[in-house]
Nanobody, 126 residues
């Protein structure tokens, strides 16, 4: 079992930055691929970014590429999402998830991930 707790969300103006954190407990953090998804009101949960177990490989949705950076520190059981140049369309609840149950080709589907946090709200004002 893995428990995930996100933090760092808030209200920011367009063009600003936020850094989200996801702290894991339970099973060995370093054995799990990790990811961030987001869900805006009335929309489906969408893939944002993912990171390999070692942190050497990262993957981004086109909508955030060049603006968001995912990272992790296995010794601290923590993953981060640095979000720069935020836009109003980035407004959503952001979720971290762990343990990919499928191949990498399916990592953009929420159903592919086993453990989820409770989410943290990010609101970007125009």
């Amino acid at each position: 079992q893995v428990q995930l707790v996100e933090s760092g969300g808030g209200l920011v103006q367009a063009g600003g930055s936020l850094r989200l954190s996801c702290v894991a407990s339970g099973r060995t953090f370093s054995n799990s691929r990790m990811t961030w998804f987001r869900q805006a009101p009335g929309k489906e949960r969408e893939f944002v970014t993912a990171i390999s177990r070692s942190g050497s490989s990262t993957y981004y949705a086109d909508s955030v590429k060049g603006r968001f950076t995912i990272s992790r520190d296995n010794a601290r059981f923590t993953m981060w999402l640095q979000m720069n140049s935020l836009k109003p369309e980035d407004t959503a609840v952001y979720y971290c998830a762990a343990e990919l149950m499928t191949t990498i080709t399916a990592q953009t589907s929420p159903a592919s991930w086993k453990y989820w946090g409770q989410g943290t709200q990010v609101t970007v004002s125009s």
